[in-house]
């Protein structure tokens, strides 16, 4: 046996590994598994979808935002199947369905983003590349964005377009700007506190309004994406920690930088929410101007999870997707 054979993906017909729950049944012929990662050995969630539409267009991976599963894309997943395009999607490291990094599983924590970065990496080695189909395009939102620009430079070669939802690069809404937030979240640190909340804290035992909520203006996303935490709170999280904060904030400044954006040279669509109470539209839209392969499109009057819309906002967004990817655009 060889020193790697232990940690080899699994591979199976979904069984217990994905959940299905009133109105968002499992999409047809899934595989689900867990590798394990190389940072940590931490076991990750994985699920691969293919296409059922003809021709058979490729595949998109899609990469979560914070506190997100696979579950929650069960639609879209059935949107691109119909397109031809098959599915790969993982449960980031502390989230989801895969392993938690911290004692307490309800907190959403990482040391940095880098590890993130080496699971996407480690997941199309093992599993993308092997396993789906060709070519591969990158569906990412909030959090997830941040982590494709971070790893864009290593994708060049891999995807051949991507498309980012409402990415990650300035919080909305709060009294202190990125650098005082990376400056209090780094003392804590700093003094042991990494793993206490910051900004948030456990998980509500009830269901949250929807009245007020930031996510989405449509109720029946808003329940159904709610009954999946209610039944498997194991998958749910509460609020970050002052580490992931720090990460976060650290990312974003990474990708901001000259440097970086000069190396992203995969053609990207970046979408934003006009009425984006989570993260910085006005950031989302000027970072789009520095991107030689980037363009950006903001959708009037949508939140924050625009595939989790109501469908005059979420149709703008499968459209733009459409025109975007090549192959989609006469469906």
């Given at each position: 046996?060889?020193?790697?054979?232990?940690i080899?993906?699994?591979?199976?017909?979904?069984?217990?590994?994905?959940?299905?729950?009133?109105?968002?049944?499992?999409?047809a012929?899934?595989?689900?598994?867990?590798?394990?990662?190389?940072?940590?050995?931490?076991?990750?969630?994985?699920?691969?979808?293919?296409?059922?539409?003809?021709?058979?267009?490729?595949?998109?991976?899609?990469?979560?935002?914070?506190?997100?599963?696979?579950?929650?894309?069960?639609?879209?997943?059935?949107?691109?199947?119909?397109?031809?395009?098959?599915?790969?999607?993982?449960?980031?490291?502390?989230?989801?369905?895969?392993?938690r990094?911290?004692?307490?599983?309800?907190?959403g924590?990482?040391?940095?983003?880098?590890?993130?970065?080496?699971?996407?990496?480690?997941?199309?080695e093992?599993?993308?590349?092997?396993?789906?189909?060709?070519p591969?395009?990158?569906?990412?939102?909030?959090?997830?964005?941040?982590?494709?620009?971070?790893?864009?430079?290593?994708?060049?070669?891999?995807?051949?377009?991507?498309?980012?939802?409402?990415?990650?690069?300035?919080f909305?809404?709060?009294?202190?700007?990125?650098?005082?937030?990376?400056?209090?979240?780094?003392?804590?640190?700093?003094?042991?506190?990494?793993?206490?909340?910051?900004?948030?804290?456990?998980?509500a035992?009830?269901t949250?309004?929807?009245?007020?909520?930031?996510?989405?203006?449509?109720?029946?996303?808003?329940?159904?994406?709610?009954?999946?935490?209610?039944?498997?709170?194991?998958?749910?999280?509460?609020?970050?920690?002052?580490?992931?904060i720090?990460?976060?904030?650290?990312?974003?400044?990474a990708?901001?930088e000259?440097?970086?954006?000069?190396?992203?040279?995969?053609?990207?669509?970046?979408?934003a929410?006009?009425?984006?109470?989570?993260?910085?539209?006005?950031?989302?839209?000027?970072?789009?101007?520095?991107?030689?392969?980037?363009s950006?499109?903001?959708?009037?009057?949508?939140?924050?999870?625009?595939?989790?819309?109501?469908?005059?906002?979420?149709?703008?967004?499968?459209?733009?997707?459409?025109?975007?990817?090549?192959?989609?655009?006469?469906?």
């Open positions: 046996m060889s020193a790697t054979d232990d080899a993906p699994t591979r199976r017909p979904f069984d217990d590994i994905l959940f299905a729950t009133a109105q968002n049944d499992v999409p012929r899934a595989r689900a598994g867990h590798l394990v990662s190389r940072i940590g050995r931490k076991r990750l969630r994985y699920a691969l979808f293919p296409a059922g539409g003809r021709p058979r267009r490729g595949t998109v991976v899609i990469l979560q935002g914070r506190n997100e599963c696979i579950e929650k894309y069960y639609e879209t997943i059935g949107d691109l199947s119909r397109r031809g395009l098959g599915t790969a999607i993982m449960d980031w490291r502390g989230q989801g369905g895969s392993e990094l911290i004692r307490d599983r309800e907190k924590h990482v040391g940095s983003y880098g590890d993130y970065v080496a699971d996407l990496d480690q997941f199309f093992e599993i993308v590349l092997p396993d789906c189909v060709g591969f395009y990158v569906l990412a939102h909030s959090m997830g964005g941040l982590i494709a620009l971070l790893a864009a430079p290593r994708l060049v070669n891999r995807v051949r377009r991507m498309v980012l939802s409402t990415p990650l690069l300035v909305q809404g709060l009294p202190l700007s990125m650098p005082a937030l990376f400056g209090m979240s780094t003392l804590l640190c700093a003094v042991g506190l990494g793993s206490t909340y910051l900004g948030g804290g456990p998980r035992r009830s949250s309004l929807f009245a007020g909520n930031k996510l989405t203006s449509d109720y029946a996303r808003f329940t159904r994406n709610g009954g999946i935490y209610l039944r498997h709170p194991e998958l749910a999280l509460g609020g970050p920690t002052a580490a992931w720090r990460a976060s904030c650290a990312a974003a400044a990708v901001a000259p440097e970086h954006r000069a190396r992203i040279q995969v053609p990207t669509l970046i979408l929410a006009g009425c984006d109470e989570v993260v910085s539209t006005p950031a989302i839209e000027a970072f789009a101007v520095g991107i030689k392969a980037g950006v499109l903001t959708i009037d009057g949508a939140r924050h999870e625009l595939l989790q819309e109501a469908d005059p906002y979420r149709e703008q967004f499968m459209a733009a997707f459409d025109a975007f990817v090549p192959g989609t655009g006469d469906l």
